[in-house]
């Protein structure tokens, strides 16, 4: 099956956050810094499903925003993945939501999300892309890593108000272009 890519406009707007983004937790990266580098293990955890709530924002302000946009993945008309993000405040593009249907998993789906995102940040002089998931989410992680995203950082506070997830650890992930230059 193939899947088309398009940018959010006034009618996919509805279509915003309708991937089930459910998945198996069955173990954790355990994120340490060591020497100056950010490095992490896994460890196996009792299983579980988790699932991220969709949000209740006003996507319309990101239809021809230079600031912001995002991509929705087809298959046959169906939503089968999407990429929200912006620019943030450090000048690097900053994914704010990324997921893929389940049963369309496997299938190079978030991947080709992943370089549409690539090819935005690029055109807007950005240096990099970066976003934040948790220790929980081994298997985007690894994903995030095989694409080319380094881990960059981590932050144990993070979700210690949010109850619900209050043990989890905020990883930050971090997709540096070539062509970028500190302090550009």
Request: hydrophobic residues 40%; proline residues 3%.
């Amino acid at each position: 099956m193939e899947f088309v890519i398009r940018e959010l406009d006034d009618s996919i707007v509805k279509d915003i956050n309708k991937c089930d983004s459910a998945f198996v937790v069955d173990s954790k990266i355990v994120p340490r810094y060591e020497n100056g580098q950010v490095g992490s293990t896994v460890v196996s955890v009792p299983g579980y499903v988790k699932r991220y709530e969709p949000d209740s924002l006003d996507y319309t302000s990101y239809i021809g925003n230079p600031e912001k946009t995002a991509y929705l993945a087809y298959i046959d008309g169906e939503v089968a993945g999407q990429l929200i993000l912006r620019r943030n405040w450090n000048r690097f593009a900053w994914i704010e939501d990324i997921r893929v249907e389940n049963k369309f998993r496997r299938r190079g789906i978030g991947k080709a999300l992943l370089a549409q995102g690539e090819i935005w940040a690029q055109q807007k002089g950005f240096p990099g892309i970066m976003l934040e998931t948790q220790d929980s989410n081994v298997g985007a992680c690894r994903f995030y890593e095989k694409y080319g995203f380094v881990l960059g950082g981590f932050d144990t506070y993070l979700y210690r108000a949010a109850t619900r997830y209050r043990e989890e650890i905020a990883l930050f992930w971090y997709l540096v272009f070539d062509h970028a230059t500190p302090g550009e």
